[in-house]
């Protein structure tokens, strides 16, 4: 499981202050996030835009880990 947060400086993945939502480690599940679903695990607004930068840092994790 990854925790995925938003904070000041933007979303992240891992250890966070306040609201975070967890999500399988699997590349699937990160493709199949919706706006609405993370929008009510973090009880914020999300939007299209917020879920893009969400997939690109998921597909910026995956990267790390190759190497």
Do not use: K, P
Not at 35 to 61: H, K, P
């Amino acid at each position: 499981m990854v925790r995925l947060g938003r904070g000041a400086a933007g979303w992240y993945l891992g250890r966070g202050t306040g609201r975070g939502a967890w999500c399988c480690a699997d590349t699937l599940c990160a493709t199949r996030l919706s706006a609405r679903s993370l929008s009510r695990a973090l009880r914020r607004e999300v939007t299209e835009a917020d879920l893009v930068s969400v997939q690109r840092l998921w597909r910026g994790r995956e990267g790390l880990e190759g190497s």
